[in-house]
């Protein structure tokens, strides 16, 4: 009866150990997240962006029971926040809110930019969009896109269009706009988005291509006229006006998106679960109406789409900058 017993004991110390080193792996794999999670972005607090980031660390706050924090890292039109990012860790616990500024026009916008976004960086989830819309002052006699072009014909270089800075989509707008209508108008950047309202409602500059949720109200009282808006599908904040394409403006984009990235090398698990949150986040019904009340879209879009998007844009706003001779930012 020994041999048996010996052969039983012998068998169950194999199982035992065929299951502690079964186990060991699955002990050594990290959990994801294990620490706080940094959502860091260029943007002001209370921005379309600023909100998108909040919506997005509210939800992973709640899948994963780990603190989120929302850090606004202004500077250099996103590219002081973009470069803290690409620096970062690639363990998921540093992610950027990125606009396409800091994305697709830096780089041919500045001369040197302190990161690649192409190298260092990886898209997880583009979670909206936000299209400009074309607003003029209530004195200029112009009620149509055509009369516009029509009047800056007849008046080169007199017509102004306000932006919010170089780089920026209200900026490019008029730039694209200027190209595509082969007419002449005077760039006016501003720091300060009130000053630049002002101006634009007492008649110092002639239109501006803006946001619709900082036009809107002004457009509502009566304050400013608004023509067409600047991305390729109508938007629902402002359904009633045209799109620069369909008024003859071919291909005519000049929106802003915002997109979760995260540095170069994090691992494929786990930006596939941020993108999975991510898009919970962004597509319930809260999060719509949200972005909704500011004139924004939901993208939900996979890290290879919203990439493509990237290869896409960034060689078209190069070729523009190039033609508009936009001297480097240095």
Do not use: C
Not at 61 to 70: D, F, K, L, N, Y
Not at 74 to 103: C, E, F, Q, R, Y
Not at 134 to 161: C, F
Not at 186 to 193: A, L, N
Request: no cysteine.
């Amino acid at each position: 009866m020994a041999r048996p017993v010996l052969a039983l004991t012998t068998l169950l110390s194999l199982v035992f150990l065929s299951l502690v080193f079964l186990a060991l792996p699955l002990r050594a794999e990290p959990v994801y997240p294990q620490t706080t999670i940094r959502i860091v972005l260029g943007f002001s607090p209370g921005s379309a962006p600023d909100v998108a980031a909040r919506i997005l660390a509210e939800r992973f706050t709640a899948a994963w029971g780990r603190p989120v924090v929302v850090e606004n890292m202004l500077g250099a039109g996103g590219n002081i926040a973009a470069d803290h990012v690409a620096k970062s860790a690639p363990d998921g616990a540093t992610l950027l809110m990125a606009g396409n500024a800091a994305i697709v026009i830096n780089p041919s916008l500045y001369a040197k930019l302190p990161y690649d976004p192409a190298r260092d960086l990886v898209p997880v989830a583009q979670v909206t969009i936000a299209p400009n819309v074309l607003v003029l002052n209530e004195d200029v006699p112009a009620r149509s896109v055509q009369e516009l072009v029509e009047l800056a014909r007849r008046k080169p270089g007199e017509l102004t269009y306000a932006s919010a800075g170089i780089g920026t989509s209200t900026h490019l707008a008029g730039e694209l706009f200027q190209t595509m209508a082969g007419i002449k108008m005077q760039h006016v950047p501003y720091r300060d988005s009130a000053a630049l309202l002002s101006d634009l409602v007492a008649g110092r500059v002639t239109m501006f291509f803006g946001s619709i949720a900082s036009v809107l109200p002004q457009v509502r009282d009566g304050h400013l006229r608004a023509l067409a808006v600047t991305s390729l599908r109508r938007s629902p904040a402002m359904p009633e006006l045209p799109t620069l394409d369909e008024l003859g403006f071919s291909g005519f984009d000049a929106s802003a998106w915002f997109g979760l990235m995260a540095p170069a090398g994090t691992p494929a698990p786990i930006v596939a679960m941020l993108h999975e949150e991510a898009l919970k986040a962004v597509t319930a019904p809260a999060a719509r109406e949200k972005f909704a009340a500011l004139g924004m879209e939901t993208v939900t879009r996979t890290p290879d789409e919203f990439a493509a998007v990237i290869r896409a844009e960034t060689p078209v706003w190069a070729k523009l900058i190039k033609q508009a001779g936009i001297a480097p930012i240095r």
